[in-house]
Structure formats: C-alpha cells, structure tokens
C-alpha cells in the first residue's frame, strides 16, 4: 500500500511539474501577464503624448495664434505695430529706480 501511495505521488508530481515550470506553465502566464500590464502602461503614455502633438499640430495648420505664440516665446520675436519695453532689475548699491528702455521692432 504504501508503495502504491509513493508511485501515486511521483506520477502527481510528473504531472504537475509541466504546469507549473514548463515550457506554457503557471509562473511563465504570470510573467507574461506582468509583461504585458507593464507594456500597457508605457502605450497609454505614449499614446497621451501622440495626443498632444497631434492637437498641437492642428493648431499649428488651422491658426496662426499658435505660431505668434511660438514665435513670441521661442524666437522672442514681436508684430511691427508693437512697442517693446524692458525694465532693467535695479542693481545692489544703486538707489535710482529701475531704467525703463524702449525700442521699436525691427522684423
């Protein structure tokens, strides 16, 4: 009988360590599965960031507001029936307000 009982228990484990070790088993899914989230994850980031560009370039075809705005920040660049003023930061030891300059655009 308790032979029968041991043969019984190594066929048990024969059978089991396919399912759970082998080549399509339990642990390989699990990693699979972890793989898989963590992969989704990263594409519904890019696919955000696809999102604001794509709105991005629209503007940039359809309005030209959004290319003043880049213009004005990236470039610096300002319309020609505009008046730049810049105020100078007053220095340490100086105790004469800040100088204000004022230039006319030349595009």
Known sequence: M?????????LLLAIQWPL?????????????Q???E?????NADLDARNLAFAAE??????GRE?????AREDLHLIRGDEIFFQQLPA??????????RSTAPSQ
Do not use: C, H, K
């Open 2 to 10: 308790n032979r029968l009982v041991a043969v019984l228990a190594v």
């Open 20 to 32: 759970w070790l082998g080549r399509g088993g339990w642990l390989r899914v699990w990693d699979l």
């Open 34 to 36: 972890r793989q898989l």
């Open 38 to 42: 963590s992969q989704r994850s990263t």
């Open 57 to 62: 370039l629209r503007s940039l075809e359809q």
């Open 66 to 70: 959004a290319i003043e705005e880049r």
């Open 91 to 100: 220095s340490a030891g100086d105790t004469a307000p800040a100088q204000q």
